[in-house]
């Protein structure tokens, strides 16, 4: 299975509904709520950039998922 990597960023089993595909937050736990909060910015900011890849990648025809990747690799380091 391949997977885009959040550098720093860490979400436990029992904090993630497989189903919805969303973070589940503690109800008991406010400093880890934060952290969990800052993950769901860092995703929702990756899957931007990983739509606008798609759609470059689009528009030069067709594409592998390792091209995808690779490219995601890139720019994450810039």
């Known amino acids: 299975m391949k997977a885009v990597t ?7 089993r029992e904090e993630w ?9 503690p109800g008991d736990a406010p ?3 934060v952290v969990l909060q800052e993950v769901e910015s860092v995703m929702c ?3 931007g950039v990983i739509r606008e890849l798609i759609q470059t990648l689009e ?3 067709r594409y592998t998922l390792d091209e995808l990747l690779d490219w995601n690799n890139f720019f994450s380091h810039i």
Do not use: F
Request: hydrophobic content about 15%; overall charge positive.
């Open 31 to 33: 400093s880890r709520t």
């Open 6 to 12: 959040l550098a720093g960023c860490s979400v436990y």
């Open 17 to 25: 509904d497989k189903e919805s595909q969303t973070i589940r937050y």
């Open 45 to 47: 900011r990756e899957s």
């Open 59 to 61: 528009k030069r025809g």
